[in-house]
């Protein structure tokens, strides 16, 4: 599980053949609600070993060494929070600058430079084996701290060895496919997929969703607080109007029940 002592969070491009390699490591384990597996951190051998030259998703927290400059973190912390980062990405940024000090742990943060960091990702590549986007987002993180903790900014890190990109296709579903699915649902849950599909929102923007930030005049959905802290208008889909004022007409009648009763 993410977070749990002596494990690790490992996510792998979807295929039955893989689901059945990584079965053979004992102990694993699937989190079906971070939709990764995790394996303890003794098996990280024979995992590289399973998945040698495919893209691996890494745990930037393996290491779990006491870090040598938490001041430091605690600033990382303080600065991305300052900024309206999510939790999620604040534990992103943390774990993978947490690694790269403690991969330099003799060098002091203000001395160390592009070069340091090129070493630092060419390693993800060529010897975690992690995936592009996991590099992508070490590099992001490191420059963030040097740039917002350390007061170092650096520019283009060059000479860095690439980690794969893996070629894929998209797998888009057609209106008759997602009205299939649709179909399948009932109540609030076959309400928010109507939602998700017509307006586009995401499923946090959804969940947290306001009455007050419906407009059924304008046909129009207010989003607050969205991805980056930002406000935008999305529209609200036909398909999803009625349904979601009969909703919203049954949880008046809850709540006033509910204001009698008490």
Not at 30 to 55: H, I, M, N, Q, Y
Not at 113 to 140: K, M, P, W
Request: charge should be positive; aromatic fraction near 6%; charged fraction near 25%.
């Amino acid at each position: 599980m993410p977070g749990e002592a002596g494990r690790l969070k490992v996510r792998l491009p979807y295929s039955a053949e893989r689901v059945e390699r990584i079965r053979t490591i004992p102990g694993r384990r699937w989190d079906a609600e971070a939709k990764s597996w995790t394996v303890p951190c003794r098996a990280l051998d024979r995992l590289l070993e399973l998945f040698k030259g495919e893209p691996v998703d890494l745990d930037p927290s393996l290491d779990r060494a006491e870090t040598p400059h938490p001041g430091l973190l605690e600033r990382l912390k303080q600065a991305l929070q300052a900024r309206h980062y999510s939790p999620m990405t604040e534990k992103t940024y943390i774990g993978w600058t947490d690694r790269f000090l403690r991969a330099h742990s003799q060098n002091k943060p203000e001395d160390l430079g592009e070069g340091d960091v090129g070493a630092f990702l060419s390693s993800l590549a060529t010897e975690g084996r992690v995936s592009a986007s996991t590099q992508n987002q070490a590099l992001h993180s490191i420059l963030f701290f040097f740039e917002h903790v350390v007061g170092k900014p650096i520019g283009m890190v060059q000479g860095v060895v690439r980690a794969k990109m893996p070629e894929r296709l998209p797998v888009v579903l057609s209106r008759e496919e997602v009205l299939a699915v649709v179909g399948k649902m009932n109540g609030v849950t076959r309400l928010m997929a109507t939602l998700l599909y017509g307006s586009g929102l995401r499923l946090l923007e959804c969940c947290r969703l306001r009455v007050k930030d419906v407009d059924f005049y304008k046909n129009q959905i207010t989003v607050r607080a969205g991805k980056g802290d930002k406000d935008r208008y999305t529209m609200l889909p036909a398909m999803a109007r009625e349904p979601l004022q009969k909703h919203l007409e049954c949880v008046q009648r809850l709540h006033q029940a509910w204001r009698i009763l008490i």
